[in-house]
């Protein structure tokens, strides 16, 4: 299988897709251990790597990812988007915006055959046009497309999620030119996508608050009976269920979920009599006046889920979404179907550092459908 490096691997939504397109994830790295550990358990045979992406060079990465130069074929990476985000400050000058150069310095230094760059919408501000100068720079002899943004829905993630990916191939012998109608012939046609409540299918819409709860619930053994009628398209429901890659996945979750469907991340945010009261007077779409959350609409996509500050910023709840059902928030269970990670996915066991990973991550829907495109044109 050909190796493919993930820089800001996070919890793993781009090495799930990488895994899934046919890639072998060599090598994860990853500034943050609560990430960095859930990245762990799910890719056990990837090598992984708790450093500052700041501190390294291709040498480096290289000698730390056991692997030579020529059997590195891709980089893939979502450099920090905090400094760029248009919902905060979009400093210039913020420092993390400097890691987004650093990810095509590695690019230049050891020379994959292609790499995938993911950030989102406020990158391609104006005011940003310096760093993406300077950062596409260090690929000159690559051929690079227009810089793709993607609708998570279109891809079939049941979430309106949209990012920018950043596409670049070297010209050679071992693959076919990319295109940018390649990658959009991996839309999903509107038949196959889902909605809200398909997402959500087979789990439960009260989940109770248990104090010291670990978040394992067992569900239906009719969701997970292929033959069973369930709303859900044939290709979200794979994904959800099944599509897990040889070597991917922790072992002994892995073999829980298969034998009792039992999944973890069903943790329920803790309501006061109140806020419940009025979380349940909100129709669909409307917004909480006081948290800001939105009631989901079982009809359409979920909006984007958001990752909150990390503890440099005072570690700051992101805002989430009430589920459309349940007066209550929605789980980071939830939040990973409205991800479209799989079931068979093991999540964090506390709320926070569930949300915050999900939040940051890339779709692994999505991530699949561009790299497969990316794979099918590798001779």
């Not at 979920?302 to 459309?324: C, D, M, N, W």
Request: glycine share 8%; with cysteine; charged share 20%.
């Amino acid at each position: 299988m050909p190796n493919v490096i993930d820089l800001y691997a996070g919890a793993g939504g781009l090495s799930l897709g990488a895994a899934r397109a046919g890639f072998n994830v060599a090598a994860a790295v990853e500034f943050n251990p609560h990430a960095m550990n859930t990245h762990m358990l799910n890719f056990p045979r990837s090598i992984h790597i708790l450093r500052d992406i700041s501190d390294l060079n291709g040498e480096a990465l290289l000698q730390l990812s056991g692997l030579n130069q020529q059997d590195l074929i891709g980089i893939i990476g979502g450099p920090p988007c905090q400094g760029f985000s248009s919902i905060g400050h979009g400093a210039v000058d913020d420092p993390r915006n400097t890691l987004f150069t650093k990810f095509f310095q590695l690019v230049e230094e050891l020379q994959p055959v292609f790499f995938v760059a993911e950030n989102v919408p406020g990158i391609m501000n104006n005011k940003f046009a310096q760093i993406r100068t300077m950062a596409f720079a260090h690929v000159q002899n690559y051929q690079l497309l227009p810089p793709i943004r993607v609708d998570a829905s279109e891809y079939g993630a049941p979430t309106t999620r949209t990012r920018y990916f950043f596409i670049g191939y070297r010209v050679c012998n071992q693959v076919e030119p990319f295109t940018l109608e390649a990658i959009e012939q991996m839309k999903v046609p509107l038949q196959q996508r889902t909605t809200v409540r398909q997402a959500l299918e087979g789990l439960p819409n009260k989940v109770p608050y248990v104090e010291n709860s670990k978040g394992f619930v067992k569900l239906s053994r009719n969701y997970y009976n292929i033959d069973a009628a369930h709303k859900q398209s044939a290709f979200f429901y794979v994904r959800t269920t099944d599509l897990k890659p040889d070597n991917i996945g922790d072992p002994e979750y892995v073999r829980d979920y298969a034998n009792r469907h039992r999944v973890n991340g069903l943790l329920p945010t803790k309501h006061s009599d109140d806020v419940r009261l009025r979380y349940s007077l909100l129709r669909c779409g409307e917004r909480d006046s006081v948290s800001k959350s939105i009631r989901l609409n079982p009809k359409r996509y979920s909006p984007t889920l958001r990752a909150g500050t990390g503890p440099e910023k005072g570690s700051y709840q992101a805002v989430r979404p009430i589920h459309f059902k349940d007066s209550r928030v929605i789980t980071p269970r939830e939040a990973a179907r409205l991800q479209g990670f799989p079931d068979w996915f093991k999540l964090p066991d506390t709320i926070w550092h569930g949300f915050r990973q999900i939040g940051n991550s890339v779709s692994p829907i999505v991530a699949e459908r561009i790299l497969t495109a990316i794979y099918q044109r590798l001779i």
